[in-house]
T-cell receptor, first 110, second 117 residues
Framework: QKEVEQDPGPLSVPEGAIVSLNCTYS??????FMWYRQYSRKGPELLMY????GNKEDGRFTAQVDKSSKYISLFIRDSQPSDSATYLC??????????FGKGTRLHILP | EAGVAQSPRYKIIEKRQSVAFWCNPI?????LYWYQQILGQGPKLLIQ????????DSQLPKDRFSAERLKGVDSTLKIQPAKLEDSAVYLC???????????????FGSGTQLSVL
């Protein structure tokens, strides 16, 4: 089982819709979780990070961690065409190395 | 603030040839990373430098890959000889100190897209 698993998509939603992106992780010791956004032909950029369980909000983005089910979510409200990208979830493993999921390709349809 | 610079942007080579990638991190960033991102996959760490010393190269295929970071600034990643399965985007990233608390932000370059024919 991979340490961080993510549905690769693609996921297509109409502009203005709420987007839900999800990941699961295998190691209950993971404490620190990140979401990176990667535009085509660009490197990833950190979108949000959160420790432990709970929610963290930043503008239209909300990151949620449920440690009981080892589930990580990113919600995007009022989605825009500029949100079209690949979203990578990631976590720090036992060796403090960042482990990335495969990424979910998101298309926001105008 | 200038970002992480990488060159070349694209490279096409035949198998068994050699290739080198160059990275210039953000000024003042002590930690430099090389990642390999195969199409449809997340980035996989190849090697991590702290200043000019290697912190982690456990996933670097050392029989064909080598990397150096002279003077703790620029870095080069070399593949010799290349195999078909090396086709990927090679991403360089840097961070201020590379501490393990988890509050370090990685800044990525745009990557070098390598095609091995």
């Amino acid at each position: 089982q991979k340490e961080v698993e993510q549905d690769p998509g693609p996921l297509s939603v109409p502009e203005g819709a709420i987007v839900s992106l999800n990941c699961t992780y295998s190691n209950s010791a993971f404490q620190y979780f990140m979401w990176y956004r990667q535009y085509s032909r660009k490197g990833p950029e950190l979108l949000m990070y959160t420790y432990s369980s709970g929610n963290k909000e930043d503008g239209r983005f909300t990151a949620q961690v449920d440690k009981s089910s080892k589930y990580i979510s990113l919600f995007i409200r009022d989605s825009q065409p500029s949100d079209s990208a690949t979203y990578l979830c990631a976590s720090l493993n036992r060796d403090d190395k960042i482990i990335f999921g495969k990424g979910t390709r998101l298309h926001i349809l105008p | 603030e200038a970002g992480v610079a990488q060159s070349p942007r694209y490279k096409i080579i035949e198998k068994r040839q050699s290739v080198a990638f160059w990275c210039n991190p953000i000024s003042g960033h002590a930690t430099l990373y090389w990642y390999q991102q195969i199409l449809g996959q997340g980035p996989k760490l190849l090697i991590q430098f702290q200043n000019n010393g290697v912190v982690d190269d456990s996933q670097l295929p050392k029989d064909r890959f080598s990397a150096e970071r002279l003077k703790g600034v620029d870095s080069t990643l070399k593949i010799q000889p290349a195999k078909l399965e090396d086709s990927a985007v090679y991403l360089c990233a840097s961070s201020l100190e590379g501490r393990s608390e988890g509050d370090e932000k990685l800044f990525f370059g745009s990557g070098t897209q390598l095609s091995v024919l």
